[in-house]
């Protein structure tokens, strides 16, 4: 056993998987086991099923050579040797990421002192840490993430260089940026890892517009919100959607958007519409948010605006909405933060708890609806949408 599991277990937390490293070839781990198949091309790793529990077997690797193949700014492509054990563990980012556990003779072999580093709460890195951040960027978010979760100090000579080269990330795939960020912001420690990555000089081409989010003091407090109730949610073990998490991070941007195009004569919810797809369309390739995501993120934003229709049925065909409730829970964000009104977050969830007469007895007087709705539908004639 190896990697995360075993650093866990020592630490006192609990593995959220088990790896497992041999000197067997995948082929032969394959034939050991009843349930097991090879996946990967390049370096093939077996997934061994036992019971509902997925294993990952993967091959010792070996050291990297003069013909391994690298990018042009270093970034290693493909390493497909195999290799010894010691050769295994040199590869590993963190000494606190090299401890192997023999179940067998119950002993941790440990062969670049993480015990000793668990022990003084410091991740450290194997070897280098400009090179092996050059060799993969994605080690330098790897890094604040773990610290994080672990509650472990990065070693200064992994800290450091982390500002400097922060910029190779922008050469990183963006699915693996995706994925990355995604484990980051759902660890339960999401406030304290954006946290980090600013003062690491991080955030910058991570996220592209996260910076321009937090520049704005509404946008912060939005943001620091949401990730806040996140990690509360990890943290009680409550599931977590990563269509309301981006919806969140992005929203004061599309505010922004929205805002302009409505300046520009487009009317309220066309403009809405508008500035979500332009959004999206920026932050989507960047971010490599799949089209299942996007949609989720849609229909949360999309739900926003009639919350504010609070007469006649508006308010009921609301809660049949499929996603009402995370449009709620957005809702309150967005209250708590001061965006909107709290009387209206307020007003939602005493309606949500209310029984039929109750509902009945709050909803407001149509009049007051009904001169909005003239308003929105009158220039609708006479304004033709802007051109670009
Ligand atoms: P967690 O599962 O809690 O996120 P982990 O350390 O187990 O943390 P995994 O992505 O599951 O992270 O990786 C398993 C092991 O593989 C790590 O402990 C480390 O030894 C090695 N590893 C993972 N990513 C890298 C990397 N980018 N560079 C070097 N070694 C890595
Ligand atoms: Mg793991």
Wanted: glycine fraction near 6%.
């Amino acid at each position: 056993m190896v990697g995360g599991a075993v650093r866990d277990l020592l630490i006192g937390e609990e593995p959220k998987d088990f790896d497992i490293a041999t000197n067997a070839t995948p082929e032969q781990v394959r034939s050991a086991f009843r349930r097991a198949r090879i996946i990967g091309r390049r370096f093939q790793i077996v997934h061994v099923m036992i019971g509902s529990e997925t294993l990952e077997v993967t091959t010792f690797r070996g050291a990297l050579s003069h013909d391994t193949k690298k990018d042009a700014h270093g970034r290693v492509l493909h390493d497909n040797e195999f290799g010894s054990q010691a050769e295994d563990a040199a590869r590993r980012d963190f000494t606190v990421n090299a401890l192997y556990y023999d179940p067998a003779s119950e002993t941790i072999i440990d062969y670049h002192h993480g015990v000793a580093d668990i022990k003084q709460k410091t991740l450290r890195m194997i070897g280098e840490p400009r090179a092996r951040y050059r060799e993969d960027p994605v080690r330098m978010l790897r890094a604040v993430r773990l610290a994080a979760k672990l509650g472990l100090t990065i070693d200064p000579a992994a800290a450091k260089p982390i500002r400097e080269m922060a910029v190779l990330l922008e050469n990183v795939p963006p699915a693996r940026l995706f994925d990355e960020m995604l484990k980051l912001l759902t660890s339960g420690h999401a406030v304290k890892c954006i946290t980090q990555l600013r003062e690491a000089g991080l955030h910058h081409g991570l996220l592209p517009l996260l910076d321009v989010i937090l520049e704005q003091p509404m946008g912060e407090r939005f943001v620091m919100l949401a990730l806040d109730s996140t990690d509360q949610r990890v943290r009680a073990g409550k599931p977590i959607s990563p269509g309301f998490l981006f919806a969140t991070l992005l929203w004061h941007e599309v505010l922004a958007q929205w805002e302009r195009i409505r300046a520009g004569g487009e009317r309220s919810i066309p403009a809405l519409f508008t500035a979500m797809d332009e959004v999206l369309d920026s932050q989507a390739e960047k971010l490599a948010i799949t089209r299942r995501i996007a949609g989720d993120i849609k229909d949360i934003w999309a739900l926003q605006p009639r919350f504010e229709a609070r007469a006649g049925k508006r308010p009921y065909a609301l809660l049949e909405q499929q996603r009402f409730r995370a449009g709620y829970d957005f809702l309150l964000l967005r209250a708590d933060s001061g965006e909107v009104p709290k009387e209206l977050a307020a007003w939602w969830t005493d309606f949500i708890d209310a029984d039929g007469e109750g509902r009945a007895a709050m909803l407001l007087p149509e009049t007051a609806d009904k001169k909005k709705r003239r308003r929105r539908r009158k220039p609708a004639g006479d304004t033709p949408p802007p051109t670009e």
